[in-house]
């Protein structure tokens, strides 16, 4: 089971005490009727949904039932960190890995990099 | 039309239940007295001073006075059960600092879940580290038992009181005796 760290219980707990709430820092507009319309389409429809790193909302429900934010990675589903609501994004500078996230994910070329490679077969007449 | 009027009678859920099996045994507590208590930090000394107890700011932590007992259950929530005569809301009633105190005696029931298999019984359907060093004496938690939701409250190293919603106390205490079982086998 996945282990998500609540910045408010300050450990790790099992994933069934969580439920996701969509994507963090959408900020709302302080006068939301001055908007225009293609602004508020912005702020209330359209989402990143990354291959990658998504800063997200989540709820500890079934534990102390606050909100907080999370920078997880939606290939390999790692929460990188976990922080509180209200606090600013935090650096993930030395947190994410350059590496392809999962084997699936290398370019063709790095495929099978670890297989030992055969000797070539001799052909007809060779020693 | 019914010609005679009945009084209202308050059956406790799951009263009387009752199970045994080898090194574990289940039993529904009597009704106690419970708030969920609502505060700020800057409301918590004077909630404790009235409350005869300090509640707890650390998280996973309870603390016990007499009958009573304060869970935290959030930054700014905590559970209060009083198994004796005095209703914790009426010691909150007289408090002035910012604070919300809702009685909820009724709304929840608990079981205790105590013997040498205790721990394996809650731990068949809570996915949290149960052990001592991780979920010590006096540690509780808001946490799931199998679809339900609890408040797990450990009393002593083989010994834990499982709090929940009324209206989920047959699925819990059925739940708990097929893992009690499971436990002794
Ligand atoms: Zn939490």
Redesign the pocket.
Known sequence: MLLIR?P??EEE?PELEFRNAGEAHVARSTDMAAISDDDFEKFFFIRSNPKGIIFERWR?IH??A?FFNAARDTVTDKFLVTYKAGEPKPDLEGLVSNEPAAYANRPPDQLNVKKPRRAPAKKKGEA | MADSVQAAVRNPAQAGREFQATGVKLATLPPAHRISLRAPAASVAALSKALGLTLPEK?KTSASKGSRTALWL?PDEWLVIDDGANDPLQDCAGVEALHSAVGISHRNMAISVTGQGAESTVSAGCPQDLSLAAFPVGACSRTILGKSEIVLLRTADEAFRVECWRSFSDYVFTFLTEAARDASA
């Open positions: 609540c408010y219980c707990r500890h534990g102390c606050r | 998280p959030g």
